[in-house]
């Protein structure tokens, strides 16, 4: 009975004394964790963290083992998020997406959702600024792309729409440039999206009317004119109008043009072009009033100045 106490006793020191070295080596690697950590060197450091993790499971009734697999727990999606972080402040942005995304899944594995939290919000934040840097690059296409991520992670963000209207327009995607300045209205963007909307049918009037096609250049006119009044649409719209022998119409483009900017360069040629559509239907009382405004212009006052002359 006496020895087999003893080999009893013998066994328990045994124990203790395998217990004690595995506490010291399960120590040693967290400082190591911790040494990498105080180094910068974030990827040995989880590396290192997570070995202890492990080892710190493996006594589950060592309060210094629980203690190093509360702080394990705690560390390593933190130094994860940290670790994209870097790829953020280096723009280098697909690393950072990826490394986000991989800080999300380890968050969230270790039960730390305000880090899981976040690591998405920075995401779409990120793309935003991939592209940006894309769209300064100027290449519209990969920019775009971006965008639409952006959109995917937040579908209410009306200034990743803005962007992404600016980028396919560039592009030469017009349908879906539309398509995303409209929605960037939709979502909190209103008043830069119509004037991008704007100038976008006031350059499609301008082009129509080179191309000889008054028709949809008064109507790209009116239209940039429905997100944005401006003088330039009522100008194509009066030029257009005339072409089309509309002058009627012409008569009242071009009067909005001048209200809006009486003294714009051309004001004086817009005056005298309203002048000669109203002598030439025989109203000479409305025809001098117009002449009268283009008396002053360089390039048709002398003109003017005749013509009044000889209107009675």
């Given at each position: 009975m006496k020895k087999l106490m003893l080999t009893v006793f013998a066994a328990i020191i045994a124990a203790a004394m395998v217990s004690a070295q595995d506490v010291k080596v399960l120590t040693e690697t967290y400082n190591n964790g911790a040494t990498a950590l105080?180094?910068?060197?974030?990827?040995?450091?989880?590396?290192?963290?997570?070995q202890a993790l492990e080892l710190a499971?493996?006594?589950?009734d060592?309060?210094?083992?629980?203690?190093?697999?509360?702080?394990?727990?705690?560390?390593?999606?933190?130094?994860?998020?940290?670790?994209?972080?870097?790829?953020?402040?280096?723009?280098?942005?697909?690393?950072?997406?990826?490394?986000?995304?991989?800080?999300?899944?380890?968050?969230?594995?270790?039960?730390?959702?305000?880090?899981a939290t976040e690591a998405k919000d920075l995401i779409p934040q990120?793309?935003?600024?991939?592209?940006?840097?894309?769209?300064?690059?100027?290449?519209?296409?990969?920019a775009a792309e971006a965008y639409k991520a952006v959109v995917a992670e937040t579908p209410a963000n009306g200034l990743a729409y803005l962007r992404l209207g600016s980028a396919l327009n560039a592009a030469g995607d017009k349908e879906g440039a539309v398509d995303a300045f409209l929605k960037a209205v939709e979502n909190g963007q209103e008043k830069a999206a119509n004037k991008q909307l704007s100038t976008f049918y006031l350059k499609e009037a301008a082009a129509e009317l080179?191309?000889?096609k008054p028709a949809d250049a008064v109507a790209n006119a009116?239209?940039?004119?429905?997100?944005?009044?401006?003088?330039?649409?009522?100008?194509?719209?009066?030029?257009?109008?005339?072409?089309?022998?509309k002058n009627a119409d012409a008569i009242q483009?071009?009067?909005k043009y001048l209200e809006l900017a009486p003294t714009a360069g051309?004001?004086?040629q817009i005056a005298f072009t309203v002048g000669a559509i109203y002598q030439k239907q025989g109203n000479n009382a409305k025809a001098k009033e117009y002449y009268q405004k283009a008396v002053g212009d360089p390039k048709f006052g002398v003109q003017a100045q005749e013509l009044l002359k000889n209107l009675k």
């Open positions: 105080s180094l910068g060197q974030k990827s040995e450091a989880i590396s290192f963290f997570q499971k493996a006594l589950p060592n309060a210094q083992a629980k203690d190093i697999e509360e702080k394990c727990n705690e560390h390593i999606p933190i130094v994860q998020f940290s670790i994209a972080k870097d790829f953020v402040n280096a723009a280098d942005y697909d690393n950072a997406v990826a490394e986000l995304q991989k800080t999300i899944e380890t968050a969230k594995a270790f039960k730390d959702e305000t880090t990120v793309l935003m600024q991939k592209g940006n840097a894309l769209l300064q690059a100027k290449d519209f296409g990969s080179k191309a000889k009116l239209k940039s004119n429905e997100y944005l009044e401006n003088a330039k649409a009522y100008q194509i719209a009066g030029q257009a109008s005339q072409i089309q022998g483009y071009f009067d051309n004001a004086g």
